[in-house]
């Protein structure tokens, strides 16, 4: 169990589950997500947004079977899904640069997610390491666009969610 949330467990601070364990999680990229799973999470949009009304016509529009979607329906939602009103940790390696922390916090404000805490470590061989902890609220933005964000900023090595709760 992460020291930070009761239900996730960070990959970088337990290590990689064994195959078959139950009740971890881990944050991954979209790229990193089989086509399946990405399927099954687009048939749950559509069941949800009534667009459709049976799992049958959701999984033809997607173009999975049925065993399918019932096999990981459980297994995968968007990590956006239940995010209001919680914390989420994020942690990035940056450049120490004059006005760089600074950006970082105006994206975090125009999404408008509210800081919690900062962190940041002394500088190491020019490098700088932040923990960041935000409170999601009823009006903050997508947390994946803010992630982007900060990931392809000038000077930003690496943007991780170390944590949600």
Known sequence: MCMWCERMV????EGW??????????????????EILLKVVEAKKLLESEKVM????ATDVVGISR??????????????DNTKGKTVTFVLQMDDEQGLL??????????????????QS???????TLTISVEV?????????MTEEME??????????????
């Open 102 to 119: 600074s950006d970082l916090l105006r994206i975090v404000a125009v999404y408008k997610a509210n800081i919690l805490t900062i962190y």
């Open 137 to 145: 609220r009823s009006d903050t933005g997508s947390l994946s666009a």
């Open 10 to 13: 960070c990959v970088w601070q």
């Open 17 to 34: 589950a064994s195959v078959g364990e139950k009740g971890k999680y881990f944050l991954v990229k979209e790229k990193a997500v089989p």
């Open 67 to 80: 065993s399918s979607f019932y096999k990981y329906k459980d297994d995968i939602l968007p990590f956006y």
């Open 122 to 128: 002394i500088p190491v061989n020019s490098i700088a």
């Open 152 to 165: 392809a900023m000038q000077g930003v090595h690496y943007v991780k969610i170390l944590a949600r709760e």
């Open 54 to 57: 049976t799992i049958q016509e």
